[in-house]
T-cell receptor, first 113, second 109 residues
Framework: DTGVSQNPRHKITKRGQNVTFRCDPI?????LYWYRQTLGQGPEFLTY????????KSRLLSDRFSAERPKGSFSTLEIQRTEQGDSAMYLC???????????FGSGTRLTVV | TQLLEQSPQFLSIQEGENLTVYCNSS?????LQWYRQEPGEGPVLLVT?????EVKKLKRLTFQFGDARKDSSLHITAAQPGDTGLYLC?????????FGTGTSLTVIP
């Protein structure tokens, strides 16, 4: 197992376009999290899955954001009608239980021009 | 609203110096973790502390969880350039961790 994998690593898109990111967690981890991080700040929670169920969703996640985790394996995060304020690093993390902490992927850096 | 405040926000020191980073909150956490993040990469877990007053050591790094489980500190002895990075504390409540504002450390050779 090579850890948490995120694709793409970088994405540049024009304002108004839709983008989709993918996260492949560690296979035995049933919890999967999405966070957003802007430069020099700590990650902000977006959403959390346990297996295929989306159990929590932050108020930061507007109607333009949607996340899925079909079959409890990989997850996708889609942003519709991107805005410049969406520019950030999008981090995915997985864990077996919260106590043991997260294993993060390397993130997807989104730039909206 | 940031549940966890870290101080200082930026720290630049010479190799060999000691430093302490603080993580404070008005909330009580079930556990608290420290992560280190390098530019362009995701955070990497350093330690988890669970019990109030707990002290854990990881080579030159010493982590302490406050007695009331609301705050924590990270002390680095004889800092090295390889310690450079963004240090993040994260407190567990419910099913997730809330991250602090981060401390950006630069160790100058």
């Amino acid at each position: 197992d090579t850890g948490v994998s995120q694709n793409p690593r970088h994405k540049i898109t024009k304002r108004g376009q839709n983008v989709t990111f993918r996260c492949d967690p560690i296979s035995e981890h049933n919890r999967l999290y999405w966070y957003r991080q802007t430069l020099g700040q700590g990650p902000e929670f977006l959403t959390y899955f346990q297996n295929e169920a989306q159990l929590e969703k932050s108020r930061l996640l507007s109607d333009r954001f949607s996340a899925e985790r079909p079959k409890g394996s990989f997850s996708t995060l889609e942003i519709q009608r991107t805005e410049q304020g969406d520019s950030a690093m999008y981090l995915c993390a997985s864990s077996q239980t919260a106590f043991y902490g997260y294993t993060f992927g390397s993130g997807t850096r989104l730039t909206v021009v | 609203t940031q549940l966890l405040e870290q101080s200082p926000q930026f720290l630049s020191i010479q190799e060999g110096e000691n430093l302490t980073v603080y993580c404070n909150s008005s909330s009580v956490f079930s556990s608290l973790q420290w992560y280190r993040q390098e530019p362009g990469e995701g955070p990497v877990l350093l330690v988890t502390v669970v019990t109030g007053g707990e002290v854990k050591k990881l080579k030159r790094l010493t982590f302490q969880f406050g007695d009331a489980r609301k705050d924590s500190s990270l002390h680095i002895t004889a800092a090295q350039p390889g310690d450079t990075g963004l240090y993040l504390c994260a407190g567990e409540t419910g099913n997730q961790f809330y991250f602090g504002t981060g401390t950006s450390l630069t160790v100058i050779p």
